[in-house]
Nanobody, 119 residues
Framework: QVHLVESGGGLAQAGESLRLSCAAP????????MAWYRQALGEQRELVAS???????KYSDSVKGRFTIAGDYGKNEVYLQMNRLTPEDTAVYYC?????????????WGQGTQVTVSS
């Protein structure tokens, strides 16, 4: 069982920055990809950003140019630097990690961390 531990959420004012971190302590195998998702109240969970072991990144259009994802696959950690926050970024942010080392992709989720941005 993979346990993902998230930290760094909280309150911010519009225009400010926050940094989220996610770690998988005690992991005994390599991950292939890590990502951040978010779910606003009453909305579906959506991909914010992802990064593969090879360094390829993807961002949702709504965060491009403001958020930056970084991964340290040696430590099995992923980070999300969020700049120029807006109230529309308010959501619960979830860390996601996956691997296909056993064939079909398996993935795990963190417990979520709340990010609230006030105007």
């Amino acid at each position: 069982q993979v346990h993902l531990v998230e930290s760094g959420g909280g309150l911010a004012q519009a225009g400010e920055s926050l940094r989220l971190s996610c770690a998988a302590p005690g992991l005994t195998f390599s991950l292939d990809d890590m990502a951040w998702y978010r779910q606003a109240l009453g909305e579906q969970r959506e991909l914010v950003a992802s990064i593969t072991r090879g360094g390829s990144t993807k961002y949702s259009d709504s965060v491009k140019g403001r958020f930056t994802i970084a991964g340290d696959y040696g430590k099995n950690e992923v980070y999300l630097q969020m700049n120029r926050l807006t109230p529309e970024d308010t959501a619960v942010y979830y860390c996601n990690a996956g691997t296909s080392r056993w064939g079909a992709r398996r993935e795990w989720w963190g417990q979520g961390t709340q990010v609230t941005v006030s105007s």
